[in-house]
């Protein structure tokens, strides 16, 4: 197979993926259901998410189907990228569920990364208006209110967006992302 088709199902497996990943984000956050961008990523979502909440419900504010959704889109996706290289699958199910676990967490890692680098570009030219930097600021100040308490401004300078995307990159790093 060809390096164009696996490149588009890599993305196209990891672009849906990332979608799923903040629906759950989303629910987690709090983030405002009625604003565009949500509705959105629900519509775009609830065609699989909402028979597979029959199965899997949600504890509280986590999403138990959303996240089964993401590691089983992942293993997926490992599944048909291997097969097609290989012309078949040489792992067992519990290589396969692990590497879709940590493919999923780094998925989400580089979610993270990309959203807090947005925002922080986005604060420097933009009046915080749009809906979409509503939704990257309700899903972010979780991640960043810890920082900000032991790494309050200095002089109007907010170090907080800096350290965390320096932690998510250890992280992804340490998980071979």
Same mark, same amino acid.
């Given at each position: 197979m060809g390096e164009g088709a696996q490149f588009l199902i890599v993305t196209v497996f990891n672009l849906y993926i990332m979608v %799923?990943?903040?629906?759950?984000?989303m629910q987690l956050a709090r983030v405002d259901y009625f604003n565009p961008v949500s509705q959105f990523i629900v519509k775009i979502t609830s065609p699989i998410l909402t028979p597979l909440r029959k199965i899997l419900p949600t504890l509280g504010r986590f999403d138990i189907a959303a996240a089964f959704l993401a590691v089983a889109l992942s293993a997926l996706k490992f =599944?048909?990228? %291997? #097969?097609? &290289?290989?012309? +078949? =699958?040489p792992f067992g199910v519990i290589e396969?569920?692990? /590497?879709? @676990? &940590?493919? *999923? @967490?780094? /998925?989400?890692? *580089?979610l993270v990364f990309w959203i807090l680098l947005i925002r922080a570009i986005l604060s420097w030219f933009s009046q +915080?208006? #749009?809906? !979409?930097? =509503? %939704? !990257?600021? &309700?899903? /972010?100040?979780p991640l960043l209110a810890? @920082?900000?308490r032991i790494i309050p401004p200095i +002089? +109007?300078?907010?170090?907080?967006?800096? %350290?965390?995307? @320096?932690?998510? &990159?250890f992280l992804r790093i340490s998980l071979g992302g």
């Open positions: %799923v990943i903040l629906r759950l984000w =599944f048909i990228i %291997v #097969h097609l &290289q290989l012309g +078949g =699958f396969l569920l692990v /590497t879709s @676990i &940590q493919a *999923t @967490i780094v /998925t989400a890692l *580089t +915080g208006r #749009h809906p !979409m930097e =509503f %939704v !990257m600021a &309700q899903l /972010t100040e810890p @920082i900000r +002089g +109007g300078l907010d170090l907080s967006v800096l %350290v965390l995307i @320096i932690i998510v &990159q």
